[in-house]
């Protein structure tokens, strides 16, 4: 029988990839429906839902974000996001719907705490115009350099869904695979060198909080698929951040492709490793786990 958290994030992707389907610049309609679902769902659990909005060639783009004020630390921020845009010709149910879903249940879980650090929580828009100056996460990283905003850590949820104990079904570049599982059964933290100690503070609070497996790896962002999300744009901008990922084309046959759909995802996992990330953001603000 499937957990509450289960159903509500089946039910996400479901709504994201299924019923709203491709959602980018190119299918304007269906992107404003995927921010409007996000805002409405967080004005549900009692959020103010601030836009950082922009014009993409015509097409009204916006970043949404929600706040948690933080106590005795509240200058230093804690930031999450993901993105809510796929990219053209696919559905984008793993990428990255799921992501999304688990931004979402995460703000539902931790709704009622009292942190002594800012807990952020942003929904980005246009992802998969990746490494553009009209990428969503580019320009509010910038934004937030232009104020001095304290990040101590950006974590950006970038595909949550597939898993799998089957041997070889884990793939790596280079050199990597003599070193890691060759099963797709965990979720990876990824970073740059210099977010290390980000990268450190993660896992170390992951473990505190889950027993789901995960790997870690900082590597320098040239290697293929290891700065390809939103958490590059803050590394440009000096900010450590760790990427959230089952590893995408490394682990899941159906990367940028039309067959990225719902039922493709095990949400019985990505559930486990949603309440391991809120655990470990909660610990990350300065505050007790939540109870379920």
Not at 17 to 43: D, F, K, M, T
Not at 147 to 156: E, G
Request: aromatic share 10%; net charge negative; glycine share 8%.
């Amino acid at each position: 029988m499937k957990s509450l958290l289960e159903q509500r994030l089946q039910m996400h992707v479901e709504q994201l990839a299924g019923q709203i389907g491709e959602r980018n610049v190119w299918r304007p309609q269906a992107l404003h429906a995927a921010a409007e679902y996000i805002r409405s769902a967080w004005h549900q659990l009692g959020y103010e839902v601030h836009a950082q909005g922009y014009d993409m060639e015509g097409v009204w783009s916006e970043n949404l974000e929600i706040e948690i004020q933080g106590g005795a630390h509240a200058s230093e921020i804690v930031l999450v996001g993901a993105h809510y845009d796929s990219v053209r010709g696919s559905p984008g149910a793993d990428d990255n719907a799921s992501g999304v879903a688990a931004l979402l249940e995460i703000a539902r879980h931790l709704s009622a705490i009292k942190p002594e650090r800012t807990l952020r929580l942003v929904a980005f828009v246009n992802e998969e115009l990746f490494n553009s100056a009209e990428m969503g996460s580019k320009i509010y990283a910038r934004a937030a350099r232009k104020r001095n905003d304290d990040i101590r850590i950006m974590l950006s949820l970038e595909m949550l869904g597939c898993y799998s104990d089957q041997p070889d079904s884990q793939n790596y570049p280079s050199f990597l695979r003599w070193f890691y599982p060759n099963r797709g059964n965990f979720i990876g933290f990824v970073s740059n060198l210099k977010s290390r100690r980000a990268l450190k503070e993660l896992a170390r609070a992951f473990a505190a909080n889950s027993n789901f497996p995960f790997e870690t790896l900082a590597s320098p962002a040239s290697v293929p698929g290891v700065g390809w999300s939103d958490h590059l744009s803050f590394w440009q901008q000096g900010y450590q951040g760790v990427m959230v990922t089952d590893t995408a084309f490394y682990r899941y046959p159906h990367y940028h492709r039309a067959s990225d759909t719902p039922e493709k995802l095990d949400y019985n996992r990505m559930a486990r490793v949603v309440e391991g990330v809120a655990g470990a953001l909660a610990a990350l603000v300065g505050t007790v786990k939540p109870e379920s």
